[in-house]
């Protein structure tokens, strides 16, 4: 760390560059509650304390500046207002709007903002660059649907899978991740690395009325030429960048920020591709670079000269490229995901270069993201493929380690060592193994604070931060609800019935036998879902066999008793308390589980 050039500040002229106005003051409401403050952050602007890593505390000073900044000419973004950023473009008759950020009450502050300064110019169009939420989800700030939505192909599919499929578990992992309960002080939250942390508003989703389909697709969007590059399996699933030649301005959506991204980010998504990744950030240099003056992305500050630009995206891609193939070269040498992540080291070039550090990502979680890519969760030892859970192995553990005192010793031990990693390891055991042990707990929460103040990472040091949160307070359950009504809304028929299928409880439905056939008037469709031996399959477009019910219904009233709407209304061919006995299986999600007790 003394290495690093805390001298250097290039990034902090960069992120200041172009200011026009700021937030004033920096909070915003919805229906009496705050759902953002960049104003709460204010104590970073003294010198680091003890309690954060440096290099973290530097990369909050650079996230938490907000306001609306001009990057070119008719080229704006509004910053630090979300966890992502709002780009806005001067078009012939208004402006587009590019990453509409988390919150309709965030997007529509900062879209106040820009015209506060810029006059009231009309919304004409929307772009998504990519399928997280971050960046549709307050669209209906900007727009009510009204004008062109572009977004990459595929973008609808993977956005609202990713938020219901497993949403209620992402959304409480992202509680850890984002650390949205903890204070906002030295001591506690400081930032994510990406940004300050989510917005607690409104998340909405309008479809996109356009897809961009292949690369080097171009449209005019009012009166300006955009050049499109596809690029799917890098940061999202559906993602692309583009260029304005006419501004010689390039986007690169989130595949190059001031930071090492996620190969899997800690809340839990696909693992991404790092290869694909980096040879898609090599296309962008090819196809874009010489027509760049200025790059720009859905986080951080721009960069600008034609120069700086290429250095930038050649480094940020021969970092994803470099954890991909030396993770394999170790792989092939027999090495685990663990230990290739503890025998990993960057090149000096990388390592000097303030946006390859770990704010976000890190290389060690990144590693074994790319190691599970390929190998999945089992490293090849016979001693890991039937281990006991956590509750039985730690109460084993324990037993062996002479019971609670003998743990507890140990651990102190180690602790005073400053061995904080096995001291972390050993009081977990001893929570799993008795989860009411407040001596347990209370050094636990020490440790995990400890940790958490030490990581450069952001999101380590909420996760180790909730941990101790949780351990000395008791659960705190998700702030933010991603399976909003329009993100059901836009789920395919197929999805909706994959939503309810995930939902079966199995065992209870063992010996439930029963099949439904749905026709969807407003669609012109027929599916039919069997539950049979705790399985609910779904069949589109079924042929024609005697079953247990038929519903007539809409896709709305579909939609009405997925979310436990009533069958009023719904015509009916047959008995309808087959509806009762699937309703009867279905399980509700828990948003408030257990993380760090059992």
């Keep these: 760390m003394a290495d690093l050039p805390f001298g250097d500040r290039a990034d902090f002229d960069a992120a200041d560059r172009g200011f026009v106005a700021a937030l004033s003051p920096a909070v915003v409401r919805a229906n009496g509650s705050v759902v953002w403050d960049s104003d709460s952050y204010g104590f970073l602007a003294r010198e680091c304390p003890d309690t954060a890593h440096p290099s973290l505390w530097r990369q909050g000073q650079l996230c938490v500046k907000q306001g609306l900044y001009e990057v070119t000419d008719g080229i704006y973004q509004v ?32 879209l106040k903002l820009y015209r506060d300064q810029r006059g009231d110019r ?8 990519h399928s997280h939420a971050d960046h549709f989800g307050g669209v209906r700030g900007v727009t009510d649907g009204s004008v062109p939505i572009l977004a990459p192909s ?24 984002y650390g949205p309960a903890l204070p906002r002080s030295p001591e506690g939250q400081i930032g994510a690395g990406l940004g300050m942390t989510t917005s607690t508003g409104t998340i909405s989703l309008i479809p996109p009325s356009k897809d961009i389909t292949h690369t080097g697709q171009e449209e005019t969007l009012d009166g300006v030429r955009i050049v499109f590059q596809l690029t799917p399996g890098t940061e999202a699933p ?19 920020t001031h930071n090492q991204h996620n190969i899997l980010t800690l809340r839990g998504a696909v693992v991404r591709d790092p290869r694909v990744w980096s040879r898609h950030l090599t296309e962008a240099i090819e196809l874009f670079a010489d027509r760049a003056e200025v790059v720009f992305a859905s986080h951080h500050w721009p960069t600008w000269g034609n120069e700086n630009i290429v250095t930038f995206l050649a480094r940020q891609r021969d970092l994803y490229a470099y954890l991909h193939d030396q993770t394999l070269r170790m792989m092939n040498k027999g090495m685990t995901g663990t230990e290739i992540a503890e025998a990993m080291r960057m090149p000096p070039a990388l390592e000097q270069a303030w946006h390859t550090h770990g704010y976000y990502g890190s290389v060690s979680h990144n590693v074994k993201a790319i190691y599970q890519r390929y190998l999945g969760w089992f490293d090849g030892n016979p001693a890991h ?14 037993e062996c380690m002479g019971g609670r005192e003998g743990v507890l010793a140990f651990a102190r031990r180690y602790l005073d060592d400053g061995d904080l990693r096995f001291a972390a390891s050993l009081l977990n055991h001893a929570v799993f ?13 020490e440790v995990y604070t400890r940790l958490g103040q030490g990581a450069e990472n952001g999101t380590w040091r909420n996760f180790y931060l909730v941990g101790a949160l949780e351990l000395t307070g008791g659960v705190v359950p998700a702030d933010i609800d991603t399976t909003s009504p329009e993100m059901i809304a836009a789920l395919t028929i197929e999805q ?32 039919r879902t069997t539950l ?28 009405g008793l997925l979310t436990g709407g009533s069958a009023d209304g719904i015509e009916h061919d047959g008995d309808m308390d087959v509806l009762r006995r699937l309703t009867a299986v279905l399980e509700d999600p828990d948003p408030a589980f257990a993380i760090v007790t059992p």
């Design 532 to 559: 049979s031996n705790g399985a609910l399959i779904h069949q589109p477009d079924p042929r024609p066999r005697p079953v247990d019910l038929t519903l007539t219904l809409t896709q709305r009233q579909l939609i």
């Design 238 to 256: 559906a993602e692309m960048n583009f260029l304005i030649p006419g501004r010689r301005a390039l986007c690169m959506a989130e595949n190059a």
């Design 154 to 177: 595929g973008f609808l599919e993977h956005a609202v899978s990713e938020n219901v499929y497993a949403g209620t578990a992402m959304n409480r992992r992202a509680t850890y991740m």
């Design 496 to 527: 909706l019935f994959d939503s309810m299928s995930i939902r079966v409880d199995g065992p209870k439905a063992w010996n439930e036998s029963l099949a439904i056939d749905w026709r969807l008037t407003d669609l012109n469709q027929r599916h």
């Design 385 to 398: 493929l039937w281990e006991h859970p956590p509750v039985e192995q730690a109460r084993r553990y324990v």
């Design 122 to 129: 009309p919304v004409t169009a929307v772009i998504y660059t």
């Design 433 to 445: 193994a008795d989860e009411h042990d407040g001596q347990a707990r209370s050094m636990l929460a």
């Design 79 to 110: 910053r630090g207002l979300d966890l992502s950023n709002m780009t806005l473009i001067e078009g012939d008759e208004g402006v587009i709007v590019i990453d509409p950020l988390l919150s309709v009450e965030c997007a529509a502050a900062g």
